[in-house]
């Protein structure tokens, strides 16, 4: 890419002669992907890397149980989105989700090939039941963008220090690749920090001036060796099963059966009275060993961060709402990052 020159001294700095401006995306996530596409979108010429320390949009393979919540379709209504994020509520009652809302999410994925069903909870999956449609869409946007091809999706790779340049015009990066004890250097234009829950994009913001609210776990995995518990990943809304209010979902509802010695067919109507106290007793009270933390040894989402989710101080609750946080704020990052580099070459054109 001709934003990037490697040396002898492995070292990876940005070449000063290009014209072409260059964004960088700390975090390969679904924020940080979304809005690489986005800027992209609206400024093709400009040049854009995903630095990613892992797997790229790894939390989007496993969430919904392997199948992707994508978003929720029931709450077209922004004061009732708003409403299912504990901090955040009152910021995302403006123009956030009007600028890109779950139908906005939907009708993308809808119109980039990924047929999407909603389910009677309101929870959006992919009609294939299957993350890797999501992943695969995803992806194959950003390099149809330019946004991956060869090296500008780079993995196993970690920002460790941000600064501004002696004008504030530029971001002056440090990149470490542990592995081959590699240093870059990069200089971009523009810096997106879409980290999730790591701390990483924290200690970036810290480093860029910004305050800081210490982040705390809001949704996270357990290692749980309960065979029977692992079968009920995935949702499935239950039908006759028990009072509608009780939301239920159809596998959970057959769990706690099996576990009292009953039929996983048995329906609410037909449970005796001294049952119903013991699944009552049980569902207060269901002890399940836990042996660590899951797969991610960060928190699945966090709060806490820069003071308004990614990076931000936002969480939502289950259900596809973390999710559309992740799509609204990259979808509005890339189409302002977007806007600026389209400006910015206006300008040196002298329109």
Known sequence: MSALLTSSMHRTCRNPKSSEEL???VGGGAAGVYGAIRAKTVAPKLNVVIIEKGKPLSKVKISGGGRCNVTNGHCADKMILAGHYPRGHKEFRGSFFSLHG?????????????????????RVFPVSDSSSSVIGCLLTEAKHRGVAPSVVLQTGKVVTTASSDNAGR??????EKRTMNLVECIEADYLLIASGSSQQG????????????????????FKIADSQLTELSGKQKVLN???PEFCLVKRFWKYILGREGLSGDTLW?????????????LLKHCTLEVAGKGQFKDEFV??????????????????GFNFQNAWSGG???????????NDATLKNRGF
């Not at 993308?108 to 069903?117: A, I, N, P, R, T």
């Not at 109507?269 to 007793?281: E, F, G, M, P, Y």
């Not at 966090?302 to 259900?319: H, I, M, R, Y």
Request: charged share 15%; hydrophobic share 40%; proline share 5%.
């Open 331 to 341: 979808y509005i990052a890339g189409t302002s990052i977007g806007k600026l580099s």
């Open 241 to 243: 099963s028990c009072p």
């Open 23 to 25: 964004l960088v995306v």
């Open 170 to 175: 530029k971001f002056l990066l440090k990149v």
């Open 269 to 281: 109507a037909s449970v005796s009275n001294n049952s119903l106290i013991s699944i009552a007793r």
């Open 102 to 122: 779950p139908m906005d999410t939907m009708s993308w994925f809808s119109d980039h090939g990924v047929e999407l069903k909603t389910e009677d909870d309101g």
């Open 302 to 319: 966090t709060a806490g961060g820069v003071p308004l989710s990614e990076v931000l101080n936002v969480d939502g609750v289950t259900g």
């Open 202 to 221: 924290h200690r970036l913001a810290a480093q860029l001036g910004h305050s800081i609210v210490d982040p705390v776990p809001s949704l996270f995995t």
